[in-house]
């Protein structure tokens, strides 16, 4: 896992193991917490989530859970990976309150999972307080989340639980509406990005804004388009294979009821001519 920098190791190995902090000393892993990647769309996000995974597959015992991946995109993982009690697939957030080992979790695009403007839906509150007790639930999670925004992610899941989070190439426009305590810093990255980025698309590197460095991204052969494209293309994409309805069920949710504002109570009860 050394490719991996130290707040990344710290989260993904297990509770306990030691690593190197970066500075020649050792220290034990806290095993529980959130790992945002950040960047916009097609910057490799889920792909560089599903590297970081393979190595925790590689060098530790931890299990992992993909929260709602298609039946399609589960296949298409590694043959390796697919080891009795390693692979979990449950269908929505709450079935993460019954894994009972600590595993590592993704949450592939919260943008759609779990929508600041949903904030009031069962799923997001639910988040919301799972966030505090992490380190309780199955002895240890730690939650992958992929975003396009760091605004796209509930403040309450970053605020109650260790954090370490990867920059990748981001646009203009998501740096423009950026919350303002990480604006600063992830422009920051942008510049380190470019300037060491070989690859066009910078998906050869990303930032790690807690050891604020520039890392350099590694890629499984299995996860290369150009070793097999279509296998690639289902795990990098997988809402592209979700089933129909269950991509509707995601994305149009009914707004959120709450209280009416006043004038619309008003309108309700205004007197009608007949």
Not at 7 to 28: C, T, V
Not at 173 to 193: F, G, K, N, V, Y
Not at 200 to 207: H, K, L, N
Request: net charge negative; hydrophobic share 40%.
């Amino acid at each position: 896992m050394d490719w991996l920098p130290p707040s990344f190791q710290d989260l993904l190995r297990p509770e306990g193991q030691l690593f190197d902090a970066g500075d020649g000393n050792m220290r034990q892993a806290t095993g529980c917490g959130i790992l945002c990647c950040t960047g916009s769309a097609r910057s490799a996000k889920t792909s560089l989530s599903l590297a970081m995974m393979d190595t925790v597959m590689r060098c530790t015992d931890r299990p992992l859970c993909f929260v709602g991946w298609p039946d399609v995109c589960m296949d298409a993982l590694p043959d390796h990976w697919k080891q009795p009690g390693r692979l979990y697939n449950p269908q929505n957030i709450e079935k993460l309150l019954e894994i009972k080992r600590p595993a590592v979790v993704l949450l592939d695009d919260t943008a759609v999972l779990l929508n600041s403007r949903d904030a009031m839906t069962s799923g997001a509150k639910l988040m919301s307080r799972l966030a505090g007790v992490l380190s309780h639930i199955g002895g240890g999670l730690t939650v992958i989340l992929t975003t396009q925004s760091m605004a796209g992610i509930d403040l309450s899941l970053l605020r109650f639980t260790q954090l370490a989070v990867a920059v990748r190439r981001m646009s203009p426009m998501a740096l423009w509406s950026e919350r303002d305590s990480w604006a600063p810093r992830i422009r920051a990255a942008q510049h380190d990005l470019a300037d060491a980025a070989e690859d066009q698309g910078w998906r050869d590197v990303y930032f790690s804004l807690m050891d604020d460095m520039v890392c350099a991204a590694w890629f499984p052969d299995w996860l290369s388009r150009e070793t097999d494209l279509e296998r690639a293309d289902k795990l990098s994409r997988p809402f592209r294979y979700m089933d129909n309805a269950k991509l509707k069920e995601l994305i149009l949710k009914p707004p959120a009821r709450g209280r009416k504002r006043k004038d619309e109570e008003d309108e309700e009860h205004e007197p009608v001519e007949v």
